[in-house]
């Protein structure tokens, strides 16, 4: 009787290895290594101003912000898929704004390998245990008006990925706020995170 029942559980035990062949199955958790994501919100970190004759200095509401960049509140992205298996990020817009870029995890940092520059960029922030990823936008801004000396008025403006600071901008149109010299001259620049969350 003792051997029949050590016979009865050894069986058992075999039937039941043999089910784990079967991935489909296989009710042991699958180590993630592919995360979708959809946006749920979005802080404006810092909009800094620096505007006039002297270049005076000023930190607007985020309501500024639909003078330069309408769509501020809304990612082009609203669904984010990373693959940490081939190290690649898709940004889903749905439309042609569609993206799929190589990626690099240094921490928390997420940095891209854009065709456009040199080196890798900086798009944002993946937390892996809570299974977050934070995507950073910059607005940047600058008009010079005219100098009356065959330079015309000049306005540049961009929406990135990353972070913009004072070094970004100055050093350009104007090497310093000193040599905002009109009423009209403009530095502007905001920095913008959208909060994404796992499906």
């Not at 039937?15 to 489909?24: A, F, G, L, Q, V």
């Not at 309408?70 to 082009?76: C, E, G, H, V």
């Not at 929406?159 to 004072?166: A, C, I, K, L, R």
Request: charged share 25%; glycine share 4%; with cysteine.
């Amino acid at each position: 009787m003792k051997y029949t029942f050590y016979a009865l559980m050894m069986a058992l035990s075999l039937i039941s290895c043999e089910n784990n062949d079967n991935p489909h199955d296989d009710p042991r958790p699958i180590d993630k290594e592919m995360y979708q994501f959809e946006f749920k919100s979005y802080t404006v970190n810092e909009t800094i101003l620096y505007r006039g004759a002297f270049g005076e200095k000023s930190n607007p509401q985020e309501s500024i912000l639909s003078n330069y960049w309408s769509l501020y509140k809304d990612p082009a992205w609203k669904k984010i898929i990373l693959n940490l298996k081939d190290n690649s990020i898709q940004l889903i817009a749905g439309n042609s704004a569609d993206a799929t870029y190589s990626v690099k995890i240094i921490n928390d940092s997420v940095l891209i390998n854009d065709n456009n520059t040199n080196k890798p960029t900086y798009i944002g922030d993946f937390n892996k245990e809570k299974s977050t990823f934070t995507l950073k936008r910059t607005l940047q801004y600058m008009k010079r008006e005219s100098r009356g000396n065959g330079n015309g008025l000049t306005v540049v403006q961009s929406v990135s990925f990353g972070t913009t600071q004072y070094s970004n901008m100055f050093g350009i149109l104007f090497i310093t706020p000193s040599d905002m010299t009109k009423s009209e001259d403009e530095v502007l620049w905001s920095n913008i995170e959208y909060y994404y969350k796992k499906l």
